[in-house]
Structures are given as structure tokens and as C-alpha cells.
């Protein structure tokens, strides 16, 4: 095992078209810039690691294996000895919601509020440093961590006063807000429900303080916007997050332009050090077409060319829509979000403009619903290499499963989720319902393209934490250790996979990312542990020495 201070001293810290290969030769003898010697290297497609080289000139790597680095290394190549330390690409992480996020690093973060009265603890104390006018945001609080009773104004009220309160839980479709919130944005017993969305109200039919989905908007207009500056600012501090994570980059499948904006200014000043796909929604086809009429599909550190919407809500907030009605809940079977027709108005002249649509679908009515969408689509428009996206893909009728190979659709999955909603899904939809719920290993089994992310913040924007839930789906709670639903495991690889060659290409990079591979950008990632010889439950400890993005160290530990 590698020292850190030894690793250190080594000297690390000194439809979219699908872009074509760089313009670097793998058959050039010309020498390297940087010399990486003595990793136990994961490529991304073998089967196993070896140790290995990887030499490196400009921003891709030239060169793989020790004979052909040892043979290009000339008196200005830069030799880094990585004492046999273990290497592997750049991890990517294909659903954050990056901006929003980033911006919570500073917010009240409720993820670790285990009571009622620790939430309100948390609140309390936040709400009394406050300067005036200025509200008290956060997320991460879970009613299902002390047994599922929701939580209403009352509860905030006698310790926050006229200071307003917005706080999420931790899935971002559910809020919670004061009084004082609630009368600032106008919200009581008249206010009439939105679309896609509900006013949670009393048996007296008051508002109770909770707005499940698009209702979210009715708060979300008259919170005092961050300035541009501020956005940026959180944005690197959530680069500098992720990069210490060994990731490499991130999608953002985004339902607003706020990411996207930060993104072009932070484009304008330079590299980003962490590589983006933006997404922006699916209603503003127009914006975006202007600006890649503009100005192209963006770069290697910036691309764009996604658009994403909505279908329904989720399942902890019993707005994710299915069939039948919620066991928990029967007066409910979740929320439409958007119109079938809508939807399938907008992709169709999406993919016309030969953007990708990625559609969130949760509930086994909504998925449904957006197979059809992009297979009715699909047989519109004709073939082409679309590469339509299922955000979540997270209840499915058995029926369906095979659809996503069949309808060439990639099943974008958070193998976190599994661990978390895993505590309580049953209460939510019954045993029956479960076949078809989270069942990753089933639509891998079918051939179906897949990538993984973590829907950060819903869960940790650390790829180890995602891959050892996609092995090993252990709840949280501890009381699976078998793994739950233990037939929809995956392999080492296909989680591996899914942070890496199946994320290029669900990002139209392919043939640049994902892969350690003479012509590849050179992203790839220094670990203190060798992920293929440790135990399944160690994978969440491992810790990133040095990320490479580029071929420069965006971090070093």
C-alpha cells in the first residue's frame, strides 16, 4: 500500500456529434511531456489491472504500457514514480444538480437530523445569525429517519419568528417552509393548486407548510436570488469537492438555466478544471438552439446539447407516479409533472435539432409513459444515434425492462438511491411492486446501455460511495447486510463501468473519455487503494491521492 507522504514526494502535486479523435498520433515516437511510471493501471476495459505507464504530452495521453513510455522519455519529460499506487480513468458522474448543490455546501445541510427535534435545532440556531431579510435555506431532512410523520410550519414557528424558512428534503421535491415563508409568497387556504404539483393543507384545509414539485415555484419566486458571483463562487468550491473525489466530470441534467449560465462565465475565464455536460429544460428548445447556431456544442470542458425535463416527481415524497395508488397513501398515485402531450411535443423537435432528451421518470407509470414517448419518437423521426436518456429509471413494470435495449435507451442510474430509499420502499409500493424497483442488474442483464451518477445533493457527489451501493445494496439502516434485493447487484465492472465508458458515452465522448488509451484526454485518477483486491466494504474508504484532468493535477491530496 502507498504512503500518502510517500506518493507525495513522488512528485504528482508538482446528436450531438460525437467529437473526433485529437490530432496526436499513438505511433509518434516524438517524447513525452509527463512520464507516469509504476501504476497498477486499470485501463477501463480490461478485465484486471497491471502495472503499467501512462506517458502524457499536452492534454492526452500519448502513450500506455512501460516499454512505450520508457522508450519516449527524453531529458525534458517529467518522470512521476507512482511506487506502484493504483490508477484508473477519470471518474464521471452523469446527474448532479450542480449549481444548486454547490450552493448548499453554505446552506443548512438536515441529512444528519435523526428527530424532529434536531431539525428544528438546526434551524433554530441558523435562523438566530440571519441578518435581516435574509432567509434561512437548507436540505437533507428525511421524515422516514424518525419514523415518517411529516413535518409542518408549526414546528418552526416557535423558534424562527418572521425569519422565513425554506428547507427541502433530501430528494429536492418536497419543501418545507415557516409562516413567515408561507406569507411571503402568498400561500394560504385560497391559493388554489399548481400543475404537476400540490399545496400539502390540514383537514381544515391549511396550508400545512409542505409544497410537493412544480408548487416549489410558488416559494421558489420570492427567495432572494444569489447573484452571479455568488453562484460561481459555490461552483468552485464544488468543483474542488468533486475533484477531490476522483471525478473527472459531471452531466447536469438541470430543469433551470442557472448551472448552465455559471458554466459559460466560468468557461469564459478559462479551463474549468472539472469537465461539464449541461443540460438545460426541455421547454427551452429555442434558447438552445440559438445558441449552438451561435456558437456550436461547446468543448471538452464545457459541452452542451441535453435538454431534460420532467415526468413525475419521486418516491419519498409520494409524487413519483404509478400505476395504482401508493400503499401507504391510497388517496394518491403521484403526480404528472408534465402533460404525456407535452412531452411528447417537445422531444419530438428536440430530436429533430438532434439534441439528446433525457426525461426523469420514477414511477412505473411515468417510465412507461416515457418509453413511449422516445419510442414514438424514435419511429417518427427516423433513425439516428439519439441516444434518449431515462433519468432514474427507477420503478418499472417487468414488461418494460427489456424496452431500454430494444428502444436504444440509456437507463441514467443512482445506485445510491437504492441504499437509502431501500429503508422504506416497501412501505411506498408493497412486495410486488419491488420486482420491477430499482432493478439495475435485470436492465443490465438485457443489454441495455446505462450510466451512474449520485443526483448530488440527494446523495454524496463521490463516485466510491455509489459503486460499493451498486455491489454490495446494503441499506443504510444496516439491516440488510445480504444486500437488498440482492439479484439486482452488479459486478465490480458494471458499476465501474458506469462511472466510466458507459458515462462517455452517454455524453457523446466516447472516443475521448472513459479509457486510459493513446488519443484520450488524459483524466485519470490516483488511488491509495486497489478497488479490484480490496473487500466490497471497503470501497467507500478510498481515498484520491491525485486527480489528472487534462493531463494537469487538478488535485493533489
Given at each position: 500500500m502507498l504512503k500518502r507522504r510517500d506518493f507525495l514526494s513522488a512528485g504528482v502535486g508538482?446528436?450531438?456529434?460525437?467529437?473526433?479523435?485529437?490530432?496526436?498520433?499513438?505511433?509518434?515516437?516524438?517524447?513525452?511531456?509527463?512520464?507516469?511510471?509504476?501504476?497498477?493501471?486499470?485501463?477501463?476495459?480490461s478485465a484486471a489491472p497491471s502495472m503499467s505507464a501512462i506517458g502524457v504530452t499536452g492534454e492526452h495521453v500519448s502513450c500506455v504500457g512501460a516499454e512505450a513510455v520508457k522508450a519516449r522519455i527524453s531529458k525534458r519529460t517529467r518522470v512521476v514514480d507512482l511506487q506502484g499506487a493504483f490508477v484508473m480513468p477519470g471518474l464521471m458522474d452523469c446527474h448532479t444538480h450542480f449549481s444548486l448543490a454547490s450552493l448548499a455546501l453554505t446552506e443548512v445541510d438536515l441529512r444528519g437530523a435523526k428527530t424532529p427535534q434536531m431539525m428544528v435545532d438546526q434551524i433554530a440556531a441558523r435562523a438566530r445569525t440571519v441578518a435581516k431579510g435574509h432567509w434561512v435555506l437548507g436540505t437533507g431532512w428525511d421524515a422516514d429517519q424518525w419514523g415518517g410523520a411529516l413535518p409542518d410550519r408549526s414546528w418552526l414557528d416557535k423558534v424562527t419568528g418572521d425569519v422565513p424558512v425554506s428547507v427541502s428534503r433530501y430528494d429536492l421535491h418536497m419543501l418545507l417552509l415557516n409562516s413567515a415563508a408561507l406569507r411571503?409568497?402568498?400561500?394560504?387556504?385560497?391559493?388554489?393548486?399548481?400543475?404537476?404539483?400540490?399545496?400539502?393543507?390540514?383537514?381544515?384545509?391549511?396550508?400545512?407548510?409542505?409544497?410537493?414539485?412544480?408548487?416549489?415555484?410558488?416559494?421558489?419566486?420570492?427567495?432572494?436570488?444569489?447573484?452571479?458571483?455568488?453562484?460561481?463562487?459555490?461552483?468552485?468550491?464544488?468543483?474542488?469537492?468533486?475533484?477531490?473525489?476522483?471525478v473527472t466530470r459531471v452531466h447536469c441534467p438541470e430543469i433551470d438555466w442557472r448551472t448552465h449560465e455559471s458554466l459559460m462565465r466560468l468557461r469564459a475565464q478559462g479551463e474549468t478544471n472539472l469537465r461539464f455536460y449541461s443540460m438545460v429544460p426541455l421547454?427551452?428548445?429555442?434558447?438552445?438552439?440559438?445558441?449552438?447556431?451561435?456558437?456550436?456544442?461547446?468543448?471538452?470542458?464545457?459541452?452542451?446539447?441535453?435538454?431534460?425535463?420532467?415526468?413525475?416527481?419521486?418516491?419519498?415524497s409520494r409524487s413519483a407516479l404509478f400505476q395504482q395508488p401508493y400503499n401507504d397513501d391510497r388517496s394518491t398515485r403521484g403526480v404528472r409533472v408534465h402533460p404525456v402531450r407535452d412531452l411528447l411535443?417537445?422531444?419530438?423537435?428536440?430530436?429533430?435539432?438532434?439534441?439528446?432528451?433525457?426525461?426523469?421518470?420514477?414511477?412505473?407509470?411515468?417510465t412507461h409513459d416515457v418509453l413511449d414517448i422516445f419510442q414514438t419518437v424514435s419511429d417518427r423521426n427516423g433513425p439516428r444515434d439519439r441516444r434518449f436518456?431515462?433519468?432514474?429509471?427507477?420503478?418499472?413494470?417487468?414488461?418494460d425492462i427489456g424496452r431500454f435495449k430494444k428502444e436504444n435507451v440509456i437507463a441514467s442510474?443512482?445506485?445510491?438511491?437504492?441504499?437509502?430509499?431501500?429503508?422504506?420502499?416497501?412501505?411506498?409500493?408493497?412486495p410486488e411492486r419491488l420486482k420491477g424497483t430499482f432493478a439495475y442488474r435485470s436492465i443490465v442483464d438485457q443489454?441495455?446501455?446505462?450510466?451512474?451518477?449520485?443526483?448530488?445533493?440527494?446523495?454524496?457527489?463521490?463516485?466510491?460511495?455509489?459503486i460499493q451501493a451498486a455491489v454490495l445494496r446494503q441499506t443504510l439502516d444496516g439491516k440488510n447486510p445480504g444486500g437488498w434485493m440482492p439479484e439486482q447487484k452488479l459486478t465490480l465492472l458494471q458499476a465501474l463501468s458506469g462511472y466510466t465508458t458507459g458515462a462517455a458515452y452517454a455524453g457523446f465522448s466516447e472516443n475521448r473519455m472513459g479509457r486510459i488509451l493513446p488519443g484520450f484526454l488524459a483524466d485519470f485518477v490516483v488511488l491509495d487503494k486497489n478497488i479490484f483486491i480490496i473487500p466490497f466494504?471497503?470501497?467507500?474508504?478510498?481515498?484520491?491521492?491525485?486527480?489528472?484532468?487534462?493531463?494537469?493535477?487538478?488535485?493533489?491530496?
Amino acid at each position: 500500500m502507498l504512503k500518502r507522504r510517500d506518493f507525495l514526494s513522488a512528485g504528482v502535486g508538482c446528436a450531438l456529434p460525437v467529437l473526433g479523435f485529437p490530432a496526436i498520433a499513438a505511433s509518434s515516437r516524438e517524447g513525452v511531456e509527463t512520464a507516469y511510471i509504476n501504476a497498477m493501471l486499470w485501463d477501463g476495459y480490461s478485465a484486471a489491472p497491471s502495472m503499467s505507464a501512462i506517458g502524457v504530452t499536452g492534454e492526452h495521453v500519448s502513450c500506455v504500457g512501460a516499454e512505450a513510455v520508457k522508450a519516449r522519455i527524453s531529458k525534458r519529460t517529467r518522470v512521476v514514480d507512482l511506487q506502484g499506487a493504483f490508477v484508473m480513468p477519470g471518474l464521471m458522474d452523469c446527474h448532479t444538480h450542480f449549481s444548486l448543490a454547490s450552493l448548499a455546501l453554505t446552506e443548512v445541510d438536515l441529512r444528519g437530523a435523526k428527530t424532529p427535534q434536531m431539525m428544528v435545532d438546526q434551524i433554530a440556531a441558523r435562523a438566530r445569525t440571519v441578518a435581516k431579510g435574509h432567509w434561512v435555506l437548507g436540505t437533507g431532512w428525511d421524515a422516514d429517519q424518525w419514523g415518517g410523520a411529516l413535518p409542518d410550519r408549526s414546528w418552526l414557528d416557535k423558534v424562527t419568528g418572521d425569519v422565513p424558512v425554506s428547507v427541502s428534503r433530501y430528494d429536492l421535491h418536497m419543501l418545507l417552509l415557516n409562516s413567515a415563508a408561507l406569507r411571503l409568497a402568498g400561500i394560504n387556504r385560497d391559493t388554489p393548486d399548481i400543475a404537476g404539483g400540490v399545496i400539502v393543507r390540514d383537514r381544515n384545509g391549511e396550508p400545512t407548510g409542505l409544497l410537493k414539485d412544480t408548487a416549489k415555484t410558488l416559494v421558489e419566486a420570492v427567495i432572494p436570488a444569489y447573484s452571479p458571483l455568488e453562484i460561481d463562487d459555490a461552483m468552485r468550491r464544488g468543483i474542488a469537492l468533486g475533484l477531490s473525489k476522483g471525478v473527472t466530470r459531471v452531466h447536469c441534467p438541470e430543469i433551470d438555466w442557472r448551472t448552465h449560465e455559471s458554466l459559460m462565465r466560468l468557461r469564459a475565464q478559462g479551463e474549468t478544471n472539472l469537465r461539464f455536460y449541461s443540460m438545460v429544460p426541455l421547454p427551452d428548445w429555442e434558447r438552445l438552439l440559438r445558441q449552438v447556431q451561435e456558437q456550436g456544442w461547446g468543448d471538452d470542458w464545457v459541452r452542451w446539447g441535453g435538454l431534460k425535463a420532467l415526468a413525475d416527481g419521486s418516491l419519498g415524497s409520494r409524487s413519483a407516479l404509478f400505476q395504482q395508488p401508493y400503499n401507504d397513501d391510497r388517496s394518491t398515485r403521484g403526480v404528472r409533472v408534465h402533460p404525456v402531450r407535452d412531452l411528447l411535443e417537445w422531444t419530438l423537435i428536440a430530436d429533430r435539432h438532434n439534441f439528446q432528451v433525457a426525461i426523469h421518470a420514477i414511477g412505473d407509470q411515468a417510465t412507461h409513459d416515457v418509453l413511449d414517448i422516445f419510442q414514438t419518437v424514435s419511429d417518427r423521426n427516423g433513425p439516428r444515434d439519439r441516444r434518449f436518456r431515462m433519468e432514474h429509471a427507477q420503478s418499472l413494470q417487468l414488461a418494460d425492462i427489456g424496452r431500454f435495449k430494444k428502444e436504444n435507451v440509456i437507463a441514467s442510474i443512482q445506485p445510491y438511491h437504492a441504499i437509502d430509499d431501500g429503508r422504506w420502499a416497501v412501505r411506498r409500493v408493497g412486495p410486488e411492486r419491488l420486482k420491477g424497483t430499482f432493478a439495475y442488474r435485470s436492465i443490465v442483464d438485457q443489454g441495455a446501455r446505462f450510466c451512474c451518477g449520485s443526483d448530488w445533493p440527494v446523495a454524496p457527489l463521490d463516485p466510491f460511495t455509489g459503486i460499493q451501493a451498486a455491489v454490495l445494496r446494503q441499506t443504510l439502516d444496516g439491516k440488510n447486510p445480504g444486500g437488498w434485493m440482492p439479484e439486482q447487484k452488479l459486478t465490480l465492472l458494471q458499476a465501474l463501468s458506469g462511472y466510466t465508458t458507459g458515462a462517455a458515452y452517454a455524453g457523446f465522448s466516447e472516443n475521448r473519455m472513459g479509457r486510459i488509451l493513446p488519443g484520450f484526454l488524459a483524466d485519470f485518477v490516483v488511488l491509495d487503494k486497489n478497488i479490484f483486491i480490496i473487500p466490497f466494504e471497503q470501497i467507500n474508504s478510498m481515498s484520491t491521492l491525485s486527480t489528472i484532468v487534462g493531463g494537469k493535477a487538478r488535485y493533489t491530496a
